[in-house]
């Protein structure tokens, strides 16, 4: 129906940058929030940051000033810009999305399979 579908993942040194995209795909009416999560092992699922139809942004505390969400409406993408990076920052990024499928439904969430940024020396 709707798929997700993230790139830009790999291995970086600290201190280095990466850019994640998502780009959205199916059935797609408008997308409200579009969202960027990060999972590392042992641990919760983490909301990394948002970004509202409008362009409104807000950030986890741990990466405000270093990493830079932005999205393309006309192509349903979502893109994650990170700066100095750190090895507490690896982890599985998700990218999640809050899709009407058409005019008369309400927004559901639908989420990518994630992809795998590493950090370290």
């Known amino acids: 129906q709707v798929q997700l579908v993230e790139s830009g993942g790999g291995w970086v040194q600290p201190g280095g940058s990466l850019r994640l995209s998502c780009a959205a795909s199916?059935?797609?009416?408008?997308?409200?929030?579009m969202r960027w999560y990060r999972q590392a092992p042992g641990k919760q699922r983490e909301l990394v940051a948002i970004i509202m139809s409008g362009g409104g942004t807000n950030y986890a505390d741990s990466v405000k000033g270093r990493f830079t969400i932005s999205r393309d409406n006309a192509k349903n993408s979502v893109f994650l810009q990170m700066n100095s990076l750190k090895p507490e920052d690896t982890a599985v990024y998700l990218c999640?999305?809050?899709?009407?499928?058409?005019?008369?439904?309400?927004?559901?969430?639908?989420w990518g399979q994630g992809t795998q940024v590493t950090v370290s020396s």
């Open positions: 999640n999305a809050a899709v009407r499928t058409t005019n008369w439904a309400g927004s559901r969430d639908f």
């Open positions: 199916g059935s797609i009416f408008s997308i409200n929030y």
